[in-house]
């Protein structure tokens, strides 16, 4: 039974789960909108937003949970290309959904892959007591984001501290060489830098660029672009990037010069 042969089998044992779609923001769209033209595919959307999958379950239910969903929902949907686009984590688990199912992933665009948080320290989370000196720091059960009144009506900025633990551990047991070697599937990684004062401090750059390195994608098959003026950890959205544009050109030089997405003759 091969990968796709699987995760169809699985597909079919999750009747009535809700979509975990998440919002598309401008830059999904226009790539959607264009190729989908270009190709003479139609386009589908979802509004629905993620489900909080992120309270009391473990890494590798977390992976299964939110990255297969993606690759079943994508493999059932027809033979032809399955390109994953993944922001932080998403593109974390966009890179071990490509390691894992090579038959059905044949293109991956990582925004700010979370290959390790920024924060030197976060490896604590994932050790003994991990949880309880989450909580310390956080003064509590739940860790609460800076309001912002651009994204807040998309994002949830109040989450259990239990999902900060798993994030980290997810990252450890899912971001290493094994995995990467297992890529070999054309890849386009952005993310934000300037220099050492002005880089996104989110997520680790240079594991990013260790991540990069490691990949078992040829040399001709992979690009990797840093964006000066991003400014923000999302950089393809234009709530939080006013340069998204230049990602949206860079992801589009990608998928046709080097995933080789051409238009195709329509009857």
């Not at 094994?178 to 070999?184: D, E, G, L, R, Y």
């Not at 401090?201 to 078992?216: A, C, F, Q, R």
Request: charged share 20%; proline share 6%; net charge positive.
């Amino acid at each position: 039974m091969n990968s796709r042969e699987r995760v169809l089998k699985a597909f079919k044992r999750l009747p009535g789960l809700p979509d975990r779609v998440p919002v598309q923001f401008e830059l999904c769209r226009q790539l959607s909108d264009h190729f989908g033209k270009e190709l003479g595919i139609p386009v589908h959307y979802t509004d629905n937003p993620y489900e909080d999958v992120t309270y009391r379950i473990s890494a590798n239910e977390l992976r299964v949970a939110m990255g297969s969903d993606v690759v079943v929902t994508g493999a059932a949907v027809s033979d032809d290309y399955k390109i994953l686009m993944g922001t932080s984590t998403g593109g974390t688990l966009a890179l071990q959904m490509a390691a894992d199912y090579p038959d059905i992933v044949a293109a991956v665009i990582l925004y700010s892959p979370n290959v390790r948080i920024a924060n030197k320290a976060s490896f604590l989370l994932g050790g003994p007591f991990g949880l309880q000196l989450g909580r310390m720091i956080s003064g509590g059960k739940y860790r609460i984001l800076a309001e912002d009144p651009k994204t807040d009506p998309f994002w949830n900025n109040k989450y259990r501290v239990e999902a900060v633990v798993y994030l980290q551990k997810l990252v450890v047991k899912t971001m290493k060489p094994s995995v990467f070697k297992k890529v070999t599937q054309p890849v386009f990684v952005g993310y934000y830098y300037k220099d050492k004062e002005h880089q996104d401090n989110t997520v680790s750059v240079p594991k990013i660029l260790w991540m990069y390195e490691k990949l078992g994608t040829a040399s001709d098959k992979k690009v990797s672009v840093a964006f000066p003026d991003a400014g923000a950890h999302v950089i393809g959205c234009d709530l939080t990037n006013p340069n998204w544009m230049k990602v949206y050109t860079a992801t589009e030089s990608f998928l046709i010069k080097t995933v080789g997405l051409t238009p195709v003759k329509t009857r």
